[in-house]
């Protein structure tokens, strides 16, 4: 069976923000289950990698296709900063593109 060990203090992070992203909006879904206990265990093994694998590829591709979305959001949202909800989904997008290639490892 395939296993990942967060051995790098990165994809450690990585792996606590998505979580505490999770924590956050007290989801509890298979994907907020899967990333809780990733973060606790410090690792991943069979089909959790290919969950986890699935969940930021979606990720990447709803990022890739935010404009509609963001228009919307900052619609109904309009006391939140532009800027700043970019910085955050420039950020999302590079953790999930590191932890992409190391799930694929």
């Known amino acids: 069976m395939a296993k990942r060990e967060f051995k790098n203090k990165r994809i450690k992070e990585i792996i606590k923000n998505i979580a505490d992203d999770f ?5 509890m879904d298979e994907y907020a289950l899967l990333f809780y206990k990733a973060d606790g265990d ?3 093994s069979g089909g959790q990698i290919d969950k986890m694998l699935e ?3 979606t990720g990447l591709e709803e990022l890739s296709k935010n404009i509609e979305w963001r228009k919307e959001f900052l619609k109904d949202n309009s006391a939140i900063d ?3 909800m970019l910085d955050n989904m420039k950020t999302i997008e590079e953790e999930y593109t590191e932890l992409k290639e190391f799930l694929k490892k």
Do not use: A, H, L, P
């Open 55 to 57: 969940y930021v590829t």
């Open 42 to 44: 410090g690792m991943i």
């Open 23 to 27: 924590r956050y909006s007290q989801e």
């Open 82 to 84: 532009e800027m700043k």
